[in-house]
Protein backbone atom coordinates (compact mmCIF):
# COMPACT_ATOMS: atom_id res chain seq x y z
CA UNK A 1 0.00 0.00 0.00
CA UNK A 2 1.56 3.53 -0.78
CA UNK A 3 2.70 5.84 2.06
CA UNK A 4 -0.57 8.36 0.73
CA UNK A 5 -3.04 5.72 1.04
CA UNK A 6 -1.83 3.85 4.35
CA UNK A 7 -1.75 7.62 5.64
CA UNK A 8 -5.18 7.87 5.06
CA UNK A 9 -6.19 5.23 6.88
CA UNK A 10 -4.69 6.22 9.84
CA UNK A 11 -6.62 7.38 13.38
CA UNK A 12 -5.34 11.27 13.95
CA UNK A 13 -3.82 10.20 17.42
CA UNK A 14 -1.42 7.78 14.99
CA UNK A 15 -0.61 10.85 12.40
CA UNK A 16 0.27 13.06 15.53
CA UNK A 17 2.67 9.83 16.55
CA UNK A 18 3.80 9.01 13.65
CA UNK A 19 4.41 12.81 11.62
CA UNK A 20 3.06 15.38 14.00
CA UNK A 21 5.10 14.63 16.86
CA UNK A 22 8.18 13.72 15.28
CA UNK A 23 8.69 17.27 13.02
CA UNK A 24 7.91 19.20 16.11
CA UNK A 25 10.70 17.00 17.95
CA UNK A 26 13.07 17.64 14.85
CA UNK A 27 13.03 21.75 14.87
CA UNK A 28 14.65 21.31 18.33
CA UNK A 29 11.52 21.98 20.61
CA UNK A 30 12.17 19.81 23.85
CA UNK A 31 9.50 17.09 24.81
CA UNK A 32 10.12 17.30 28.30
CA UNK A 33 10.46 20.75 29.19
CA UNK A 34 8.48 23.14 25.92
CA UNK A 35 5.60 20.58 24.92
CA UNK A 36 2.30 20.28 26.48
CA UNK A 37 0.41 17.41 24.87
CA UNK A 38 -3.25 16.88 25.30
CA UNK A 39 -3.16 20.20 27.24
CA UNK A 40 -6.73 20.57 29.22
CA UNK A 41 -6.61 24.37 30.55
CA UNK A 42 -10.26 24.71 31.57
CA UNK A 43 -12.78 22.83 33.14
CA UNK A 44 -15.27 24.44 30.91
CA UNK A 45 -17.50 27.27 31.35
CA UNK A 46 -19.93 27.31 34.64
CA UNK A 47 -23.54 27.32 33.29
CA UNK A 48 -26.53 28.34 36.13
CA UNK A 49 -29.74 27.18 35.35
CA UNK A 50 -31.91 28.49 38.31
CA UNK A 51 -30.80 26.29 41.47
CA UNK A 52 -28.78 23.67 39.28
CA UNK A 53 -24.88 24.33 37.55
CA UNK A 54 -23.34 22.62 35.35
CA UNK A 55 -20.08 22.53 33.37
CA UNK A 56 -19.54 23.56 29.67
CA UNK A 57 -17.21 21.55 27.79
CA UNK A 58 -13.97 21.29 28.87
CA UNK A 59 -10.88 23.09 26.33
CA UNK A 60 -8.37 20.73 25.51
CA UNK A 61 -5.36 21.60 22.64
CA UNK A 62 -3.56 18.92 21.07
CA UNK A 63 -0.20 20.55 21.58
CA UNK A 64 1.04 23.93 23.22
CA UNK A 65 4.60 24.78 22.86
CA UNK A 66 6.39 27.07 25.36
CA UNK A 67 9.00 28.98 25.17
CA UNK A 68 12.06 28.30 27.22
CA UNK A 69 10.01 25.85 29.12
CA UNK A 70 6.36 25.00 30.80
CA UNK A 71 7.98 27.35 34.59
CA UNK A 72 8.47 30.52 32.05
CA UNK A 73 4.66 30.24 31.14
CA UNK A 74 4.88 31.72 27.78
CA UNK A 75 2.83 30.21 25.21
CA UNK A 76 4.36 31.10 21.97
CA UNK A 77 2.19 28.31 19.74
CA UNK A 78 -0.60 26.06 19.89
CA UNK A 79 -1.03 23.09 17.30
CA UNK A 80 -4.47 21.28 16.54
CA UNK A 81 -3.83 17.47 14.78
CA UNK A 82 -6.29 15.98 12.31
CA UNK A 83 -6.37 12.80 10.27
CA UNK A 84 -5.34 12.86 6.83
CA UNK A 85 -8.85 12.02 5.46
CA UNK A 86 -8.51 16.39 6.58
CA UNK A 87 -7.21 18.51 4.80
CA UNK A 88 -3.86 20.45 6.66
CA UNK A 89 -6.21 23.68 7.36
CA UNK A 90 -9.24 22.24 8.94
CA UNK A 91 -8.06 22.66 12.39
CA UNK A 92 -7.33 25.81 12.27
CA UNK A 93 -10.04 27.71 13.52
CA UNK A 94 -10.05 25.65 16.80
CA UNK A 95 -6.54 26.01 16.93
CA UNK A 96 -7.27 30.28 16.37
CA UNK A 97 -9.72 29.84 19.24
CA UNK A 98 -7.18 28.19 21.77
CA UNK A 99 -4.24 30.97 20.52
CA UNK A 100 -6.83 33.39 21.90
CA UNK A 101 -7.63 31.90 24.91
CA UNK A 102 -3.87 31.15 25.68
CA UNK A 103 -2.62 34.73 24.32
CA UNK A 104 -0.12 32.11 22.15
CA UNK A 105 1.06 34.49 19.47
CA UNK A 106 1.01 31.36 16.58
CA UNK A 107 -1.58 29.03 15.75
CA UNK A 108 -0.92 25.73 13.82
CA UNK A 109 -3.29 23.27 12.07
CA UNK A 110 -1.63 19.96 10.96
CA UNK A 111 -2.84 16.66 9.18
CA UNK A 112 0.21 14.85 8.89
CA UNK A 113 1.22 16.30 5.34
CA UNK A 114 2.25 19.26 6.76
CA UNK A 115 1.37 22.86 8.65
CA UNK A 116 -0.80 25.75 7.92
CA UNK A 117 0.70 28.39 10.30
CA UNK A 118 -1.57 31.54 11.52
CA UNK A 119 0.59 34.44 12.96
CA UNK A 120 -1.72 35.74 15.48
CA UNK A 121 0.22 38.83 15.67
CA UNK A 122 -0.32 39.94 12.05
CA UNK A 123 -2.67 38.04 10.55
CA UNK A 124 -0.59 36.29 7.98
CA UNK A 125 -1.17 32.72 7.09
CA UNK A 126 1.60 30.28 5.23
CA UNK A 127 1.77 26.68 4.41
CA UNK A 128 5.10 24.83 5.62
CA UNK A 129 6.20 21.65 4.50
CA UNK A 130 6.58 18.52 6.99
CA UNK A 131 10.19 18.45 8.19
CA UNK A 132 10.45 22.36 8.37
CA UNK A 133 7.91 23.31 11.16
CA UNK A 134 9.75 26.69 13.09
CA UNK A 135 12.50 25.99 16.02
CA UNK A 136 12.10 27.68 19.17
CA UNK A 137 14.16 30.47 18.70
CA UNK A 138 12.73 31.37 15.16
CA UNK A 139 9.23 31.95 16.47
CA UNK A 140 10.83 33.65 19.73
CA UNK A 141 12.83 35.85 17.22
CA UNK A 142 9.32 37.16 15.50
CA UNK A 143 7.51 37.51 18.10
CA UNK A 144 10.19 40.22 19.76
CA UNK A 145 10.67 41.71 16.46
CA UNK A 146 6.94 41.98 15.69
CA UNK A 147 5.89 43.39 19.08
CA UNK A 148 9.63 45.89 19.27
CA UNK A 149 10.78 44.48 22.20
CA UNK A 150 14.20 45.54 23.52
CA UNK A 151 16.74 43.41 24.78
CA UNK A 152 16.08 45.42 28.15
CA UNK A 153 11.90 44.30 27.82
CA UNK A 154 13.62 40.65 26.74
CA UNK A 155 15.52 40.21 30.34
CA UNK A 156 12.28 41.01 31.82
CA UNK A 157 9.59 39.07 30.25
CA UNK A 158 11.40 36.36 30.20
CA UNK A 159 12.02 36.42 34.14
CA UNK A 160 10.76 32.98 35.16
CA UNK A 161 7.95 33.16 38.07
CA UNK A 162 8.04 31.79 41.72
CA UNK A 163 7.80 28.20 41.87
CA UNK A 164 7.67 25.92 44.42
CA UNK A 165 7.30 21.99 45.11
CA UNK A 166 4.22 21.27 45.79
CA UNK A 167 2.61 24.97 45.33
CA UNK A 168 0.32 25.43 42.88
CA UNK A 169 0.71 26.73 39.60
CA UNK A 170 -1.13 29.77 37.78
CA UNK A 171 -4.05 29.11 36.02
CA UNK A 172 -4.05 29.40 32.07
CA UNK A 173 -5.84 33.18 32.30
CA UNK A 174 -3.82 34.12 35.66
CA UNK A 175 -0.74 33.30 33.43
CA UNK A 176 -1.95 35.86 30.59
CA UNK A 177 -2.49 38.12 32.97
CA UNK A 178 0.90 38.33 34.65
CA UNK A 179 2.56 37.83 31.45
CA UNK A 180 0.48 41.14 29.76
CA UNK A 181 1.27 43.21 33.35
CA UNK A 182 4.85 42.20 33.21
CA UNK A 183 5.37 43.24 29.22
CA UNK A 184 3.43 46.34 29.66
CA UNK A 185 5.25 47.46 32.58
CA UNK A 186 8.41 46.10 30.87
CA UNK A 187 7.64 48.71 28.24
CA UNK A 188 7.03 51.51 30.53
CA UNK A 189 3.14 51.91 30.95
CA UNK A 190 2.13 53.58 34.21
CA UNK A 191 -1.35 52.64 34.75
CA UNK A 192 -2.73 49.66 34.01
CA UNK A 193 -5.93 47.89 34.52
CA UNK A 194 -7.19 44.24 35.16
CA UNK A 195 -10.64 42.92 35.63
CA UNK A 196 -10.75 39.79 37.62
CA UNK A 197 -13.89 37.82 38.56
CA UNK A 198 -14.34 37.31 42.28
CA UNK A 199 -12.82 34.20 43.58
CA UNK A 200 -9.97 33.65 40.34
CA UNK A 201 -6.96 34.84 42.18
CA UNK A 202 -6.36 38.11 41.97
CA UNK A 203 -3.68 38.47 44.56
CA UNK A 204 -1.59 35.74 43.27
CA UNK A 205 -1.72 36.68 39.83
CA UNK A 206 -0.14 40.12 41.93
CA UNK A 207 2.61 38.26 43.68
CA UNK A 208 3.53 36.72 40.57
CA UNK A 209 3.99 40.25 38.82
CA UNK A 210 5.57 41.54 41.90
CA UNK A 211 8.00 38.15 42.23
CA UNK A 212 8.85 38.86 38.13
CA UNK A 213 9.84 41.95 38.19
CA UNK A 214 11.83 42.44 41.34
CA UNK A 215 13.65 39.18 40.19
CA UNK A 216 14.50 41.18 36.86
CA UNK A 217 15.50 44.65 39.05
CA UNK A 218 12.42 46.31 37.22
CA UNK A 219 11.17 47.27 40.87
CA UNK A 220 12.59 47.81 44.17
CA UNK A 221 10.11 48.86 46.92
CA UNK A 222 6.21 48.26 46.25
CA UNK A 223 3.16 49.23 47.96
CA UNK A 224 -0.44 47.09 47.74
CA UNK A 225 -3.28 48.96 49.01
CA UNK A 226 -6.43 47.38 49.92
CA UNK A 227 -9.74 48.58 51.74
CA UNK A 228 -10.53 45.92 54.11
CA UNK A 229 -7.93 44.39 57.09
CA UNK A 230 -9.03 41.07 56.15
CA UNK A 231 -7.72 40.83 52.65
CA UNK A 232 -4.31 42.37 53.87
CA UNK A 233 -3.82 39.92 56.36
CA UNK A 234 -4.99 37.20 54.05
CA UNK A 235 -2.84 38.29 50.98
CA UNK A 236 0.23 38.37 53.69
CA UNK A 237 -0.53 34.93 55.58
CA UNK A 238 -1.20 33.05 52.18
CA UNK A 239 -0.44 34.35 48.55
CA UNK A 240 2.50 37.03 49.77
CA UNK A 241 3.96 34.88 52.44
CA UNK A 242 7.36 34.18 50.44
CA UNK A 243 8.01 37.73 50.89
CA UNK A 244 7.59 37.63 54.56
CA UNK A 245 11.19 38.86 55.13
CA UNK A 246 10.87 41.70 53.54
CA UNK A 247 7.41 42.96 53.73
CA UNK A 248 5.58 44.58 56.46
CA UNK A 249 1.99 46.30 57.25
CA UNK A 250 1.55 49.05 57.97
CA UNK A 251 -0.32 49.76 61.34
CA UNK A 252 0.51 52.93 62.97
CA UNK A 253 1.57 56.78 61.58
CA UNK A 254 4.91 55.90 61.81
CA UNK A 255 6.96 54.07 58.72
CA UNK A 256 9.91 52.21 58.77
CA UNK A 257 11.89 52.61 55.35
CA UNK A 258 13.82 49.17 55.10
CA UNK A 259 11.83 46.81 53.48
CA UNK A 260 10.83 46.37 50.09
CA UNK A 261 7.25 45.56 50.36
CA UNK A 262 4.38 46.94 52.07
CA UNK A 263 0.83 46.57 52.70
CA UNK A 264 -2.03 49.10 53.92
CA UNK A 265 -5.01 49.94 54.24
CA UNK A 266 -6.23 52.97 52.38
CA UNK A 267 -7.17 55.13 54.94
CA UNK A 268 -4.27 53.74 56.89
CA UNK A 269 -1.66 55.27 54.32
CA UNK A 270 -3.72 58.33 53.94
CA UNK A 271 -4.26 59.96 57.43
CA UNK A 272 -6.25 63.10 57.83
CA UNK A 273 -5.46 66.49 57.03
CA UNK A 274 -3.13 67.11 59.95
CA UNK A 275 -0.90 63.61 59.50
CA UNK A 276 -0.67 62.06 56.19
CA UNK A 277 1.79 59.23 57.15
CA UNK A 278 2.40 58.81 53.47
CA UNK A 279 4.21 61.77 53.01
CA UNK A 280 6.88 60.83 55.31
CA UNK A 281 8.51 58.97 51.98
CA UNK A 282 9.68 60.44 49.30
CA UNK A 283 7.11 60.84 45.98
CA UNK A 284 9.47 58.29 44.25
CA UNK A 285 9.84 55.83 47.29
CA UNK A 286 7.42 53.28 45.41
CA UNK A 287 8.15 51.87 41.71
CA UNK A 288 5.04 49.90 41.75
CA UNK A 289 1.54 50.37 43.71
CA UNK A 290 -1.14 47.76 43.70
CA UNK A 291 -4.70 48.85 43.71
CA UNK A 292 -6.80 45.84 45.09
CA UNK A 293 -10.88 46.58 44.95
CA UNK A 294 -9.75 50.09 42.88
CA UNK A 295 -13.45 50.45 42.33
CA UNK A 296 -13.50 51.42 45.11
CA UNK A 297 -11.60 54.95 46.56
CA UNK A 298 -9.53 55.08 43.65
CA UNK A 299 -11.95 55.79 41.20
CA UNK A 300 -13.29 59.09 42.61
CA UNK A 301 -11.32 62.10 41.68
CA UNK A 302 -11.99 63.99 45.36
CA UNK A 303 -11.46 60.39 47.58
CA UNK A 304 -9.06 61.21 49.97
CA UNK A 305 -7.60 57.55 49.02
CA UNK A 306 -6.76 59.06 45.66
CA UNK A 307 -4.27 61.47 46.78
CA UNK A 308 -1.80 58.78 48.01
CA UNK A 309 -2.04 57.56 44.16
CA UNK A 310 -1.53 61.12 42.89
CA UNK A 311 1.78 61.34 45.59
CA UNK A 312 3.28 58.51 44.42
CA UNK A 313 2.52 59.27 40.48
CA UNK A 314 5.88 58.66 39.17
CA UNK A 315 5.26 54.74 40.43
CA UNK A 316 3.38 52.34 38.19
CA UNK A 317 -0.53 51.26 39.04
CA UNK A 318 -2.15 48.47 38.62
CA UNK A 319 -5.39 48.83 39.42
CA UNK A 320 -7.40 45.59 40.16
CA UNK A 321 -11.08 44.76 40.26
CA UNK A 322 -13.95 42.21 39.91
CA UNK A 323 -16.76 45.23 39.40
CA UNK A 324 -15.32 47.98 37.88
CA UNK A 325 -17.36 51.28 38.15
CA UNK A 326 -17.82 54.03 35.23
CA UNK A 327 -20.44 56.14 35.98
CA UNK A 328 -20.86 59.80 36.31
CA UNK A 329 -18.77 60.60 39.36
CA UNK A 330 -16.98 57.10 39.51
CA UNK A 331 -14.65 55.65 36.53
CA UNK A 332 -12.01 53.07 36.85
CA UNK A 333 -10.88 53.50 33.19
CA UNK A 334 -10.52 57.09 33.31
CA UNK A 335 -7.68 56.67 35.70
CA UNK A 336 -6.00 53.49 34.80
CA UNK A 337 -7.61 52.75 31.76
CA UNK A 338 -8.61 50.47 29.11
CA UNK A 339 -8.60 46.99 31.28
CA UNK A 340 -5.39 45.19 30.18
CA UNK A 341 -6.98 41.86 30.43
CA UNK A 342 -10.86 41.05 32.09
CA UNK A 343 -11.51 37.59 32.68
CA UNK A 344 -14.80 37.14 33.76
CA UNK A 345 -17.02 34.20 35.07
Known sequence: MPDSLHKKHMSEEEIKMNFITPDILAANWDMLRQIRAEYSFTDGRIIVRGKFTARGEKKRADYVLFYNDQT?????????????KHGVGDGMQQAIDYAILLDAPFAYSANGDGFLEHDMMTGVEREIPSGSFPTPDE??????GTKNITEEEEKIISEPYYFETGGNSPRYYQRIAINRCVEAVARGEKRIFLVMATGTGKTMTAFQIIYRLKKAGKVSRVLYLA???????????NDFKPFEKVMTKVEDRKLDSAYEIYMSLYHQLAGDENNEPFRQFSPDFFDLIFVDECHRGSARDESRWRKVLDYFTSATHIGMTATPKETKDISNSFYFGEPLYTYSL
Open 72 to 84: SKIALAVVEAKDN
Open 139 to 144: LWSRFK
Open 227 to 237: DRNILIDQTMA
